[in-house]
């Protein structure tokens, strides 16, 4: 492993740059006002931020002027993981919050959102439009009967629309949940079924690839399936009109209120993100109003240095945290870019077409998208103008160091590049960007303030330069406050706490190196160890999908029950590719040469294709369980697998094994 310590940075923020972040600005104020430490630059604020956690996270609400209409008791009532209390006696409202820049004159007519869709083209909506939007979809929702608690749904692409939705929930305190629309009607049932919506905003269709795609017959059995809805918000993207017993989205949002945000307790209730949901119904996970606020304040203002005059382009869907993520860029009076459509349409290169066109200055992507780019030979920085971005951030998975090497030769040698880490659980990072630190080939910054992020053995013990169990042994405000339909938090518990008591088990392989930089090596329960020695799945990737005959590949380690342990390679060929013994050789040498010999598979085996989530993962663990010998209706729910067909090789290769 190459650490920070003993290899050059491929990036260093310079003295100017260093000086105009907003963390350094905070870390100054908090040093006069909090007792911060003035010197040492982020390392001393991180360690001060863990160890005085309720001073840190006070400096926080005050430093982003929170607006309690009424005051906390304390910041930390009890902080025993799972149940943590964070700002007991506190009232609040995120939309209040995330529209707040439209109160000022100055900026009321400024783009609060940019809506592009695959022409490229963007359509800005200002801060005016869309207060005046919320306000009047909260008073129609108000009026629907929807209180505080209520849950909202949506069924919904990438559009201004969505955020509209969402904040208005927000504003009248019921709760939001959304899947995008490319979801089957029985995945989305799977997550909304669970939580019984109220009132379902869906669209009639959406445009993706070039083509329009029909949702109305899917909308039709989610208004069957979902009794307790009592409205259904027809947007018609395709132009059609709004079916039987449907409320037009036009009629809803004709109003000129002025929002009126329901003040709330910190702990009240914001939104559900689901899990992937690989086995069994997805883990309906409960994130607070309050929690998330002071999280993406953190989050967004400090670590990705967004504010006033930033515009934040991040490639997702409404299927994904980092929707909610981007969203809450509006929080630091950011202009959020929605782009709703193909990551690679017309070419592998639309996401840099669309930070182009709309002059974004943070962008951020799939680490996926990043290879794919490099292997399909795309040049951004010489085929657009992206003078505006000074950060590309990726996640979903790690970036290989190829990454970081095509990223800084191919968009701009003095870039900040983020490889950041975290999870749908916490709706934020564990660790990632700092702009005030050096980029390390292959690592992620830095943990993130107020993140007591540490790497654990099988017994406990924290490790430094070694592998290990992500563990985070302080409670974080965005942790989820329950999982819906779990009344005796067992099912929470056993997700992040059946392994260490008291301490946030992620399920993720870590290295913390010396310097603080973070390597993240993939899912700890699908992680190899052979004769002792641990690798992520993430290496045997990056260095097996370098090679251009390979697609796609999936790694699977399987204790047998003689002791034996087997471990075949799965390979997704490139057109025109064949396996013979010379790739195969090849392959085997790769993985010898550049990561380990105990890490050469047993078998490499070519597969029709790799299966993922509904939100682009590998999936490797129901694998895993297909070869072992479940049943395939056991090892997986169909429902969160983007095919399911290709699980069937996998189910009969178990077969013929046994």
Not at 220 to 239: D, F, K, Q, S, Y
């Amino acid at each position: 492993m190459t650490s920070a310590a003993n290899a050059a940075p491929l990036w260093q923020p310079d003295a100017d740059r260093i000086a105009a972040a907003r963390v350094t600005h905070f870390q100054s104020w908090a040093a006069e006002r909090y007792g911060a430490p003035a010197e040492g630059g982020y390392p001393a604020l991180h360690r001060w931020s863990v160890a005085e956690l309720e001073t840190f996270w006070q400096a926080v609400a005050d430093w982003f002027d929170i607006r309690f209409s009424t005051p906390y008791e304390r910041v930390l009532g009890d902080r025993t993981m799972p149940g943590a209390q964070w700002f007991p006696g506190a009232t609040l409202n995120y939309a209040e919050h995330a529209l707040r820049t439209g109160e000022d004159p100055a900026r009321a007519h400024d783009a609060a959102l940019l809506h592009v869709d695959e022409t490229h083209e963007p359509t800005p909506y200002t801060w005016a439009e869309l207060r005046r939007e919320v306000g009047a979809l909260a008073a129609e929702l108000r009026a629907l009967g929807v209180r505080p608690g209520d849950r909202v749904s949506g069924y919904l692409p990438n559009i201004p629309q969505a955020v509209t939705a969402l904040l208005a929930t927000a504003a009248v305190g019921a709760v939001w949940t959304s899947c995008a629309p490319d979801f089957g009607a029985r995945s989305v049932l799977d997550r909304f079924q669970q939580v019984e919506p109220v009132v379902l905003f869906t669209v009639d269709g959406y445009r993706y690839g070039g083509k329009e795609h029909d949702r109305r017959a899917t909308v039709a059995e989610l208004r069957r399936e979902l009794p307790t809805l009592r409205a259904v918000v027809h947007i018609p993207l395709l132009g059609t009109e709004a079916p039987e017993g449907a409320l037009d989205w036009s009629a809803v949002t004709a109003g000129d209120a002025e929002p009126v945000f329901e003040q709330v307790p910190f702990d009240h209730p914001l939104w559900v993100l689901y899990s992937s949901g690989t086995t069994g119904l997805p883990k309906a996970i409960v994130q607070s109003q309050g929690g998330i606020l002071l999280e993406h304040f953190k989050q967004l203002g400090l670590h990705c240095d967004l504010g006033p005059g930033d515009r934040f382009f991040w490639y997702t869907s409404t299927g994904w945290m980092m929707w909610n993520f981007l969203v809450s860029g509006l929080l630091t009076g950011t202009t959020v870019v929605l782009y709703d459509g193909s990551p690679g349409h017309p070419t592998t290169g639309a996401q840099w077409s669309v930070a182009e066109r709309t002059g974004a200055t943070l962008f951020g992507t799939s680490a996926a998208y990043v290879m794919a780019c490099a292997k399909a030979g795309v040049h951004p920085a010489r085929d657009h103008d992206l003078s505006t971005i000074t950060c590309v951030a990726t996640t979903g998975s790690p970036l290989p160091p190829d990454g970081f090497r095509w990223l800084h030769d191919e968009v701009a040698d003095d870039l900040w590049i983020a490889s950041v880490s975290g999870g749908t659980d916490v709706c934020s990072c564990f660790a990632g960007a700092v702009p005030t630190l050096p980029v390390h080939i292959g690592e992620l910054q830095a943990a993130c303030l107020g993140t007591d992020l540490q790497s654990w053995d099988p017994q406990g013990k924290p490790l430094i330069g070694e592998v290990g169990e992500l563990v985070v042994t302080n409670p974080m405000p965005s942790m989820p406050i329950r999982f819906w339909n779990d009344p005796d938090g067992s099912r929470y518990r056993d997700s992040y706490f059946e392994m260490y008591p008291g301490v946030w088990r992620h399920g993720d392989w870590i290295t913390i190196n010396e310097s603080g930089s973070v390597v993240i090596h993939g899912r700890s329960d699908s992680t190899l160890n052979r004769q002792g020695v641990r690798m992520g799945s993430a290496d045997i990737y990056e260095a097996v999908e370098r090679l251009p005959e390979i697609r796609e590949s999936l790694v699977i380690g399987l204790e047998e029950p003689d002791g034996g342990y087997w471990m075949p390679l799965f390979v997704h060929l490139a057109e025109g590719a064949v396996l013979d013994d010379a790739l195969k050789d090849r392959i085997k040498r790769t993985i010898r040469e550049q990561l380990s010999p105990r890490h050469v598979p047993d078998d490499i085996i070519e597969v029709p294709g790799v299966p993922h989530t509904l939100t682009g993962k590998r999936i490797e663990v129901p694998v895993k369980r297909l070869l072992q010998g479940t049943a395939l209706d056991k090892a997986v729910n169909p429902g969160s697998v983007d095919n399911l067909e290709l699980l069937r090789f996998y189910e009969d290769l178990a077969r013929t094994r046994r």
